[in-house]
T-cell receptor
């Protein structure tokens, strides 16, 4: 009964490094999304996908890439990490558009 | 002005109290209204969602939407220490597709035993 699984739980990067945050869901949901959560700002949408092979930008996409080659996986890539990308990142999946039903437990990223 | 405004709290109440959590919004196109609970170091958990106006009840939780005032509420009856968490409101407009959902910043709730 895994739901949405995010790895790693914690990560520290130096400015300019790249990395991939992993997200996998086992509920066969079409809709998946990535959010970042910063103090006092709520969750902000980075990228989302409405199915395998289809992705689109959210509110704050700059500096991030995504791909969706399978229904289950939706990785988020940081191309060249910056201190402004220090945040907690959440992946969500859903069977309904516009209503994130299930969230992972997040990846806490610090960029120094 | 943010599209969704939510008082960050913290809100501290004694066990057994009725809790009222609120959000206001500015976009009249919003039609789906959600409430999430988030424990420390965990992801948000969807409590309930409503479509358009009206009330919805689920156990000790009641969600209300007043579209004329652009105001939504979540009531928690007989609050328990286990209800201590951050509560996030969220809303989206039908037809936008693909998670263009706007979240409030969250209200921290403490229920004292």
């Amino acid at each position: 009964n895994a739901g949405v699984t995010q790895t790693p739980k914690f990560q520290v990067l130096k400015t300019g490094q790249s990395m991939t945050l992993q997200c996998a869901q086992d509920m066969n949901h079409e809709y998946m999304s990535w959010y970042r959560q910063d103090p006092g700002m709520g969750l902000r949408l980075i990228h989302y996908s409405v199915g395998a092979g289809i992705t689109d930008q959210g509110e704050v996409p700059n500096g991030y890439n995504v791909s969706r080659s399978t229904t289950e996986d939706f990785p988020l890539r940081l191309l060249s990490a910056a201190p402004s990308q220090t945040s907690v990142y959440f992946c969500a999946s859903s069977s309904k558009p516009d209503i994130p039903l299930h969230f992972g437990n997040g990846t806490r990223l610090t960029v120094t | 002005q943010k599209e969704v405004e939510q008082d960050p709290g913290p809100l501290s109440v004694p066990e057994g109290a009725i809790v009222s959590l609120n959000c206001t919004y500015s976009n009249s196109a919003f039609q789906y209204f959600m409430w999430y609970r988030q424990y420390s170091r965990k992801g948000p958990e969807l409590l309930m969602y409503t479509y358009s106006s009206g009330n919805k009840e689920d156990g000790r939780f009641t969600a209300q939407v007043d579209k004329s005032s652009k105001y939504i509420s979540l009531f928690i009856r007989d609050s328990q220490p286990s209800d201590s968490a951050t509560y996030l409101c969220a809303m989206s407009a039908e037809g936008t597709g693909g998670f263009k959902t706007i979240f409030g910043a969250g209200t921290r709730l403490f229920v004292k035993a």
